[in-house]
């Protein structure tokens, strides 16, 4: 069982989210893709949880079903120890003042038709934080110059900006209600990656300058290192292995994160590592295997991988690992 420790801001509690599957003529549900399938971690306030894994393995639904985005198959998701999941829609409405998002795509989650100030006034609008015209754009102005930007800006449309600009833009209307927690899809796995770090440090700023917890959803362990004082790694619905960052990296356990560490580039290149290949691809999560999901692609698995599925334990200090070959 997963000890929470005091200071836990959010706890996520066997959360699990199944889309269904229809066919035939009367669209009848055939079957269930178990996208995020019993998923539990927390994440302490003021920390940064790193959530990574290959494209599918359900890190963005899961972020989705925390916000309420997706509607949670089962599980519970308690915030500053309230359970969210079961709040009505005024009540989560006032929640999503302390949790916001950071979508990936910063071309598409702007409206185009909208200009900066319109974008990120929306905001203050809807949960009524300004009363005044004048009031808002100070406000915007303000949130803008925090991210990077200035007043020039404000008449602007989305197209007239970077990638960068754009998730700065994004970054801002995220910081409006004043959160306590926000969630980043992927927030630059579609910029350049001379720009990369420069929204990886903007977040790292932020979230000194206004106490902020993160969630960073990436595919990429380079990305996360970087920024995370811990990382889960999901595969194909579950989470197999969750360390500090320095444990997870310097000392990883489970086969399938030691594969994800051995694919990061290594800028020295008379430096050589052994590179771990997984052969196969992912299997489907609407017919995941019977045991351990992983050892279809697993060199060391075995008999018992095959039958009896793994529970996440704790092999060390709050390193948890879902493996039988870990004793």
């Known amino acids: 069982m997963m000890v929470i420790p ?31 399938d019993d998923v539990s971690f927390f994440v302490k306030e003021g920390e940064t949880l790193g959530l990574v894994g290959e494209s599918g393995c359900g890190k963005s639904t899961t972020g989705y079903s925390i916000l309420r985005l ?21 009540s989560m409405r006032e929640m999503r003042k ?12 702007l409206n185009p038709r909208m200009t900066v100030e319109e974008i990120v006034g929306e905001v203050l609008d809807a949960h009524r934080l300004v009363k005044k015209k004048e009031e808002r754009r100070e406000r915007v102005v ?6 990077g930007l200035d007043k020039r800006y404000l008449q602007r449309f989305p197209h007239e900006f970077s990638g960068g600009q754009r998730q700065r833009i994004g970054i801002a209307r995220a910081l409006a209600v004043n959160p306590k927690m926000i969630i980043a899809d992927e927030p630059v796995s579609a910029l350049d990656v001379s720009v990369q770090a420069q929204v990886i440090n903007l977040l790292r700023e932020l979230q000194r300058k206004f106490g902020l917890t993160y969630i960073i959803i990436a595919h990429d362990l380079s990305v996360v290192k970087h920024i995370s004082d811990r990382v889960a790694v999901m595969y194909l619905g579950k989470i197999v292995e969750m360390s500090d960052k320095r444990g997870l990296y310097a000392r990883s356990l489970h086969p399938y ?14 430096y050589k590592k052994e590179r771990i290949i997984l052969q196969g691809d992912v299997p489907s999560p609407a017919n995941p295997p019977v045991g351990c999901r992983f050892y279809p692609r697993c060199q060391k698995a075995n008999k018992i991988c095959r039958e009896v599925e793994p529970d996440l334990l704790e092999y060390e200090d709050q390193h948890y690992v879902a493996c039988h070959l870990v004793s």
């Open 6 to 36: 005091d200071g836990a801001l959010l706890q996520v509690e066997h959360l699990k989210k199944y889309f269904p599957i229809k066919a035939g003529l009367l669209k009848k549900t055939v079957g269930y893709i178990k996208a995020v």
């Open 70 to 90: 997706e509607k949670a198959t089962a599980g519970q998701v308690y915030f500053n120890g309230q359970e969210i999941l079961s709040l009505n829609k005024k």
């Open 98 to 109: 302390e949790i916001q998002i950071i979508f990936q795509d910063p071309y598409a989650s």
């Open 142 to 147: 303000e949130l803008l110059n925090s991210v």
């Open 257 to 270: 994160t030691k594969a994800l560490l051995s694919a990061i580039p290594i800028p020295d290149p008379t």
